[in-house]
């Protein structure tokens, strides 16, 4: 189930124009003021055939209108609460292009917390077609490590940084570098490849053979602009791995062990 929600101000082709030109979409939550309720209105009058509910709220309150959003995703899930199906294949949208500023940027905000995928409408000009005139925003979500152990956080943890690091000096990096660089068991790196990518914190990338084809059997991995975030945090994760005694140890200690040697 594909849910959209935008911002509305006194333009109109702005929202249209990406309900029309991204499809798919089963609801439509238009959040607007009470000034320009009759653009929203005018918006979902195009729409007649679809699911177009109208809000009005305070154009200039930032936290009601995230806090309104997160209402929102709420009452989604109780509704299809015993629906399981529809449950795991909810997907969000947001087009930040209407309304005021501050609007468009609580449901910026508001589109990390639901994984939401992003649009902006921006000038079309002559001879340009609606579709070219979109923009598909790179998107943020939040890494939620309470369902991972200590364990499996350190190795993620690890690998992003390794990431991280390969992506600074411009390299590429694949499964087997990553063994390499920790030894990690095949299916262990498949599984944390696995975890980190459900998490959105890192993406597939086609990787070519010699001769230029595609290479079906291997590809790349790289960090998603979440990961890229995610690897500011870690030295919140004080967990190291060494992989000379394939041992996990804790790195504060490990630090401060090695600074009582040097005095």
């Given at each position: 189930?594909?849910?959209?929600?935008?911002?509305?101000?006194?333009t109109t082709?702005?929202?249209?124009?990406?309900?029309?030109?991204?499809?798919?979409?089963?609801?439509?939550?238009?959040?607007?003021?009470?000034?320009?309720?009759?653009?929203?209105?005018?918006?979902?009058?195009?729409?007649?055939?679809?699911?177009?509910?109208?809000?009005?709220?305070?154009?200039?309150?930032?936290?009601?209108?995230?806090?309104?959003?997160?209402?929102?995703?709420?009452?989604?899930?109780?509704?299809?609460?015993?629906?399981?199906?529809?449950?795991?294949?909810?997907?969000?949208?947001?087009?930040?292009?209407?309304?005021?500023?501050?609007?468009?940027?609580?449901l910026a905000?508001?589109?990390?917390?639901?994984?939401?995928?992003?649009?902006?409408?921006?000038?079309?000009?002559?001879?340009?077609?609606?579709?070219?005139?979109?923009?598909?925003?790179?998107?943020?979500?939040?890494?939620?490590?309470?369902?991972?152990?200590?364990?499996?956080?350190?190795?993620?943890?690890?690998?992003?940084?390794?990431?991280?690091?390969?992506?600074?000096?411009?390299?590429?990096?694949?499964?087997?570098?990553?063994?390499?660089?920790?030894?990690?068991?095949?299916?262990?790196?498949?599984?944390?490849?696995?975890?980190?990518?459900?998490?959105?914190?890192?993406?597939?990338?086609?990787?070519?053979?010699?001769?230029?084809?595609?290479?079906?059997?291997?590809?790349?991995?790289?960090?998603?602009?979440?990961?890229?975030?995610?690897?500011?945090?870690?030295?919140?994760?004080?967990?190291?791995?060494?992989?000379?005694?394939?041992?996990?140890?804790?790195?504060?200690?490990?630090?401060?062990?090695?600074?009582t040697n040097?005095?």
């Amino acid at each position: 189930m594909h849910i959209h929600i935008a911002t509305v101000g006194t333009t109109t082709s702005i929202i249209s124009d990406v309900i029309t030109g991204v499809g798919g979409m089963d609801r439509i939550y238009l959040l607007t003021s009470n000034d320009a309720q009759n653009f929203a209105q005018a918006v979902k009058s195009e729409f007649p055939r679809m699911d177009v509910r109208i809000i009005i709220t305070d154009q200039y309150d930032f936290m009601k209108i995230i806090n309104l959003i997160y209402e929102i995703k709420k009452d989604v899930e109780n509704e299809f609460d015993n629906d399981d199906r529809i449950l795991r294949n909810i997907r969000y949208s947001v087009n930040i292009t209407g309304g005021r500023k501050i609007m468009a940027s609580a449901l910026a905000v508001a589109s990390i917390y639901l994984r939401a995928d992003i649009y902006y409408k921006k000038e079309q000009l002559e001879g340009m077609s609606i579709d070219d005139s979109i923009i598909k925003v790179d998107k943020l979500s939040l890494f939620d490590d309470s369902k991972f152990s200590n364990k499996n956080k350190e190795k993620m943890s690890l690998i992003i940084r390794y990431l991280n690091r390969r992506e600074r000096d411009g390299l590429m990096t694949c499964a087997a570098d990553i063994k390499a660089e920790f030894d990690f068991k095949p299916q262990t790196i498949s599984k944390q490849i696995s975890n980190l990518i459900a998490e959105e914190l890192i993406q597939k990338q086609v990787r070519y053979k010699a001769d230029g084809s595609e290479d079906n059997r291997s590809y790349y991995v790289k960090l998603t602009p979440t990961g890229a975030m995610f690897a500011k945090r870690l030295p919140l994760y004080k967990y190291k791995i060494d992989t000379n005694q394939n041992q996990t140890r804790n790195a504060t200690t490990h630090d401060q062990k090695h600074t009582t040697n040097n005095n």
